[in-house]
């Protein structure tokens, strides 16, 4: 410290003064911080859904168009999602956002067909295994 921040230091305090915040001050501050902490906790958490449920839209949207593809081609629906990865519709199944494991709920016998020459049955679509809700959407996952 040079001799003229020692100086400024002993003249602030000759005058009553301090070099320093108070306890109030640095308590005022310190809720302040926890308030806006508290407020964007709130907000990441919700972000976070928002993007497991965006991530839920592309993959069903990606295993959807798959299934359709391989039908298509094939002109019978595949018998399970492992056909589809086994035949290289799409590079590997994922996995559900929501229940973080590659347990979907596939329908089969949906009642049409894609094509005239199309053998009947076999998985026609795919939903999440989740019985949760969504806060955005306002309805199940198992219904995306």
């Not at 921040?5 to 305090?13: C, N, R, S, T, V």
């Not at 310190?30 to 964007?40: E, K, T, V």
């Not at 976070?48 to 959807?64: G, P, S, Y």
């Not at 347990?103 to 949906?110: A, L, M, P, R, V």
Request: with cysteine; hydrophobic share 40%; glycine share 8%.
């Amino acid at each position: 410290m040079t001799t003229l921040e020692h100086g400024k230091i002993e003249e602030a305090l000759e005058r009553g003064g301090s070099c320093g915040f108070t306890l109030l001050e640095l308590m005022i501050v310190i809720a302040i911080i926890m308030i806006l902490a508290a407020i964007s906790v709130g907000r990441i958490e919700q972000s976070i859904i928002k993007a497991h449920e965006a991530a839920l839209h592309q993959d069903l949207f990606v295993m959807r168009q798959a299934i359709q593809n391989y039908t298509l081609d094939k002109e019978a629906a595949p018998n399970s999602l492992d056909d589809l990865h086994t035949a290289g519709y799409i590079g590997e199944i994922p996995v559900d956002p929501i229940t973080k494991q590659k347990d979907w709920t596939t329908t089969e016998d949906c009642g049409g067909v894609l094509s005239p020459d199309q053998v009947p049955g076999g998985v026609c679509d795919v939903h999440s295994a989740s019985d949760q809700m969504s806060s955005f959407e306002n309805k199940p996952y198992s219904e995306f």
